[in-house]
């Protein structure tokens, strides 16, 4: 067989798995074993942002009920806000290489 031909058949091997691979992936999309990328990071945001929301008003709540000084209180929000600082950018970081 020719070099021309041996690349030729190892191209058309390559595109016959690329092939398979897709209708494979989109079998599991329909059938719900694969989730969207975008949707993915969409309920990370979400729920990330829920869970800041909580964590950001506990200091004060914990401060209403005696249970915090007002100096306690803010030192927990800066440990909180560096926390989930820290967390974003390692969530950030999961995400795909920015273009």
Known sequence: MSDHTERF???R??????LADLRRMEVDTNA????PAAEVEEAIATAFARIAQKLHGMPDDLE???????EQAEQAERIIHDTMDGIADQLEQLGPEKR
């Not at 091997?13 to 690329?18: H, M």
């Not at 719900?32 to 989730?35: A, H, K, N, S």
């Open 64 to 70: 209403r009920r005696g249970l915090l000084t007002p």
């Open 9 to 11: 058949n190892a191209a």
């Open 13 to 18: 091997a390559d595109k016959e798995r690329s």
């Open 32 to 35: 719900g074993r694969l989730i």
